[in-house]
């Protein structure tokens, strides 16, 4: 991002961005811990990952439209702090339920699942505050901050939570994201923004037609309706590949819980590549073929991924190619993600922001609800390896198709 970039974000965007920042570092601490709790803690197998990933993202499928028609007739802002000290709350009570001996699989799941609807609330809020604080110019610049801060996150988190998981236990590594949710609701309670009233109360049927009206301005055939089509094959190969990765690094490959984190870290590396040439790079192409572009490069990764089990022999050269997977993926995802957030905002009304977002990552996460336990499951039969190339498949295809739709 340019100098001159930068200066058009206001100063009160430095809130957001620092309670951005904060949580991504939990974020990516407790999704650390959250594998290694269901692997090693509990003997877990990919079947369980599967269960474990469909739970964080069960709540968008369940209540994600109705909280983005609510949250579209709020202040976002308030909305924000409050699911922030939920999370907080929440995410708190697995070490205590370890402490008393009652951390078994459903336990973790319905926490994962509680967190997960706190986590849709301040999603939905946040992704449509973004345009009340931000001129829609400055939107893909913001965007890229908030990415690159993500990406450093994603780096140090899963390396710090490695650390923590090994010197402190895994149900207590998630601490950090407590202390860093709290801090969130913090730093947004200090931003000062000029948000519209509240909306009167509308009843049960006003609240649908909400609903209704958000996922029409998502598939009535737009080029927004072409980049979600595309985005819900990403999300497809992207939850195959999350299931993945756990079991095949910690049991496939035999990696540490260090081993393990440093790789993860690897992605966030990568992102912060991507992040800090995405401007340059989205003006050289344009927007959707960006996009396109890193999702064929994601597809690369999986294969480079996939091609560690040739030195399973060599934990070091394992870890080694596993990681330059992870780091190709994260470049992709750091350089595509801000255009496809700008490309959506500027094509969506304020009053409908939360909406839109919410239909969006609703059949996003959809994908990953019903794609992560059938991946875990076939994996237990068939191995890593296969699908792994399903993984690979499916990121090619999202290329291809955005590819296709931008030929005449």
Avoid: K
């Amino acid at each position: 991002m340019t100098a001159g970039e930068d200066a058009r974000l206001p100063r009160s965007f430095r809130w957001l961005l620092a309670a951005e920042s904060a949580s991504s570092v939990g974020t990516y601490v407790t999704l650390l811990a959250l594998q290694t709790i269901v692997v090693v803690t509990l003997g877990g197998d990919a079947a369980d990952t599967g269960l474990l990933s469909a739970a964080r993202w069960l709540p968008y499928l369940v209540v994600g439209l109705l909280v983005g028609a609510l949250v579209d007739r709020m202040r976002r802002r308030p909305v924000m702090v409050a699911s922030d000290a939920v999370r907080a709350v929440l995410i708190a009570t697995i070490p205590v339920l370890w402490l008393l001996d009652a951390l078994t699989l459903p336990a973790l799941l319905a926490v994962v699942v509680a967190y997960g609807v706190a986590t849709v609330v301040n999603d939905a809020a946040s992704m449509a505050f973004l345009p009340r604080l931000v001129p829609g110019p400055a939107l893909q610049a913001a965007h890229a901050r908030i990415d690159t801060a993500d990406a450093v996150a994603q780096s140090g988190g899963p390396a710090l939570g490695g650390l923590v998981v090994r010197f402190a236990g895994a149900p207590f590594a998630v601490l950090v994201d407590a202390v860093a949710s709290a801090f969130a609701a913090v730093a947004v309670a200090r931003i000062r923004v000029e948000e519209p009233p509240p909306a009167g109360r509308r009843s049960v049927r006003g609240i649908l037609a909400d609903v209704a009206e958000g996922i029409r301005l998502v598939y009535r055939g737009t080029a927004l309706t072409r980049l979600a089509v595309a985005t819900h094959v990403w999300f497809a190969a992207n939850a195959t590949l999350g299931v993945l990765v756990a079991p095949f690094a910690l049991t496939t490959l035999g990696l540490g819980a260090a081993a393990f984190g440093l790789v993860l870290a690897a992605a966030g590396v990568g992102a912060v590549v991507g992040a800090s040439i995405t401007g340059r790079v989205g003006r050289r192409l344009g927007a959707l073929p960006t996009i396109a572009t890193c999702h064929a490069l994601s597809a690369i990764a999986v294969l480079v991924m996939a091609a560690a089990v040739l030195v399973a022999s060599t934990p070091v050269a394992a870890t080694v190619l596993l990681a330059a997977g992870q780091l190709l993926h994260g470049l992709a995802m750091g350089a595509s993600n801000s255009h496809e957030m700008a490309f959506r905002q500027t094509r969506t009304p304020d009053a409908a922001q939360a909406r839109v977002t919410m239909t969006m990552r609703a059949a996003n996460r959809a994908v990953i609800v019903v794609v992560a336990p059938i991946a875990g499951v076939v994996a237990v039969d068939t191995g890593t390896l296969p699908m792994l190339a399903v993984a690979a498949g499916l990121f090619a295809l999202s290329a291809l198709a955005i590819a296709l739709r931008q030929r005449p």
